[in-house]
């Protein structure tokens, strides 16, 4: 029974629901729903689909994530980035056919859903610790660029056709003359309404209440006759549920756009997952949320829908609204099939630049100036990464992007992990501690004593450097050098060809009359030293034995 608890957390949690969190979640499943079905129509027209497939996104997807998910307010659709990772794949492989279009779509779903059920079962929920918070940066701010060069042309009315940025602006540029006068006038009020309703009205589906005024003015007015493009009246009813019939070379087609999808679905979903969790005091399972979006993933393929993700915008909605359970997926997802069968003629009353309005407005926050300008005063290697993360994505696309954002911050982890720091100790006034004397002016060095701390692993990779480091404070030591300590504190790891740097370093130090003592390093850095043979030449490496005692007993023998 205990397997089956922790495979389906419903089985925890529903027993345990308290009844009087059914009005919040009544209310807040109300609220999403009409959040939801502006924002998941634009999307699905960022994607390159029709309008309707997002919110088929919306209400199958939720449907599974209430049973294996482990957030309580994550809600689970389209998003912004993953619309554009899919709609600029799509477009190529369906070469223009919409129907082609949606079934490749919801295939990828199918794929996504697989990779992440693999994942659940590796146990690879460990994958978001490799993504930095600087790359993320980078990459929704060269994301959200690329989708507002997608969608800007709309709002003046232009239909430009190009999958790169800067071609995109330069287009866009050379057409304004061409732009279409009502469908700017239009689509400016509608983006004035839509801030001036979010500053005035936070957490309230302003979106929704554009579109109604939208297609009540386009209603009573008859504006649509001066030239206005509307989405038209969508399909009536529920989809049956189906897979999606690929070829196997479109399979491996898809193949490289569903990995891309995946870490940007887990990326984006555990990280708006932890923000809310934190923020209400409980915890996620991240291995459980790869199952979990697996199954979103699965039903959302299923449902004629696309891949999706856990977005942060709209499970902050989600959230003020009092969600306390999943079960606000339910009734979004109910609110969502009424409309469809009930409400789907409305539409053919919208016009079509209030989905690009929408979208830009969404996008726009992903651009943290705030955090740029922060990583360009602490530390300007983290800013260059981010700016380069940002061109990527700039010049090779948000598919692409994805890929460089991850081999980037690998890169990152491997260059502060090449380079590590190398502390010189000096002895605290006072005390018998050791601390770094480049933080601690005043602390006292020890006559004839260099103190080294490394402040990393000791790996094969990194070896190089920390030679080249140690022996070049060796060889600038000022006066008669006749110890060196090595303080291993903070080398949580030391590999073959670290320990055997060590001897090599003892044997070098030896040639020139220096001795060498390790000191306060790890378990598993111990035996390693132990079983290379380094306690045959420099004496028995203790764990109880400080850096003071080393000093104490050199300085003893030296008198």
């Not at 397997?3 to 957390?9: A, K």
């Not at 490749?104 to 992440?116: D, E, K, N, R, W």
């Not at 080294?452 to 000791?458: C, D, K, N």
Request: glycine residues 8%; neutral net charge.
């Amino acid at each position: 029974m205990q397997i089956f608890r922790q495979i389906l957390p419903i089985l925890t949690w529903l027993p345990a629901y308290k009844p009087v969190n059914l009005k919040w979640d009544l209310l807040a499943g109300v609220t999403l729903a009409f959040f939801v079905i502006p924002e998941s129509m634009a999307y699905a027209s960022l994607a390159g689909l029709p309008p309707y497939t997002g919110i088929y996104c919306y209400m199958f997807a939720g449907l599974l994530y209430f049973v294996f998910g482990s957030s309580r307010q994550l809600a689970i659709g389209p998003t912004s980035a993953m619309a554009i990772v899919i709609g600029g794949a799509i477009a190529t492989f369906s070469h223009g056919d919409p129907g082609r279009a949606v079934i490749l779509a919801s295939g990828t779903a199918l794929i996504v859903a697989l990779l992440f059920v693999i994942a659940w079962l590796i146990r690879l929920s460990s994958l978001v610790n490799f993504i930095s918070e600087t790359i993320l940066i980078g990459f929704k701010a060269g994301a959200a660029l690329v989708i507002a060069s997608t969608q800007v042309p709309k709002l003046f009315g232009l239909h430009i056709s190009s999958s790169n940025f800067f071609e995109r602006v330069w287009l866009l540029l050379s057409h304004l003359s061409e732009m279409h006068t009502p469908t700017l006038i239009f689509g400016l009020v509608a983006l004035t309404l839509l801030i001036a309703g979010h500053y005035f009205l936070p957490g309230k589906p302003i979106s929704l209440i554009v579109v109604v005024i939208s297609i009540l003015f386009m209603y009573f007015s008859g504006v649509g006759y001066a030239g206005l493009a509307m989405v038209g009246e969508i399909p009536k009813g529920i989809p049956m549920p189906s897979f999606p019939l690929m070829k196997s070379i479109e399979i491996d087609e898809l193949l490289s756009l569903a990995i891309a999808c995946f870490i940007l679905s887990y990326l984006e979903s555990i990280s708006a997952a932890r923000t809310l969790a934190a923020k209400n005091g409980y915890e996620v399972d991240a291995r459980q949320e790869l199952l979990a979006l697996g199954a979103a993933n699965f039903a959302s393929s299923i449902g004629s829908g696309f891949p999706v993700a856990g977005g942060l915008s709209q499970s902050v909605v989600n959230d003020k609204a009092g969600a306390r359970s999943l079960f606000t997926l339910i009734i979004t997802s109910f609110i969502l099939g009424i409309s469809l069968l009930y409400l789907t003629g409305l539409f053919r009353f919208l016009p079509e630049v209030i989905l690009p309005v929408i979208v830009i407005y969404a996008v726009v926050g992903l651009i943290k100036i705030r955090d740029i300008k922060h990583l360009f005063r602490v530390s300007r290697f983290e800013f260059r990464i981010s700016l380069a993360t940002i061109l990527a994505v700039l010049l090779l696309g948000v598919l692409n992007g994805v890929i460089i954002a991850v081999v980037l911050s690998l890169v990152f982890l491997l260059k502060m992990a090449a380079t590590p720091h190398i502390a010189i100790l000096g002895q605290i006034p006072g005390t018998s501690n050791y601390s770094d004397m480049q933080r601690h002016s005043d602390n006292i060095p020890v006559e004839g004593i260099l103190i080294l701390r490394v402040e990393a692993s000791i790996l094969y990779f990194n070896i190089q450097n920390i030679h080249d480091k140690i022996h070049r404070l060796v060889d600038n030591y000022e006066g008669k050098l006749r110890l060196v300590i090595i303080d291993m504190s903070s080398s949580n790891y030391l590999d073959v060809a670290g320990a055997r740097f060590f001897l090599h370093m003892e044997d070098d130090l030896e040639k020139k009359g220096i001795g060498l003592q390790i000191v306060d390093a790890l378990g598993q850095a111990r035996d390693i030293l132990r079983a290379e043979g380094m306690e045959k030449e420099i004496g028995h490496i203790s764990r109880k034995v400080t850096i003071n005692d080393v000093v104490v007993a050199f300085q003893k023998s030296s008198h």
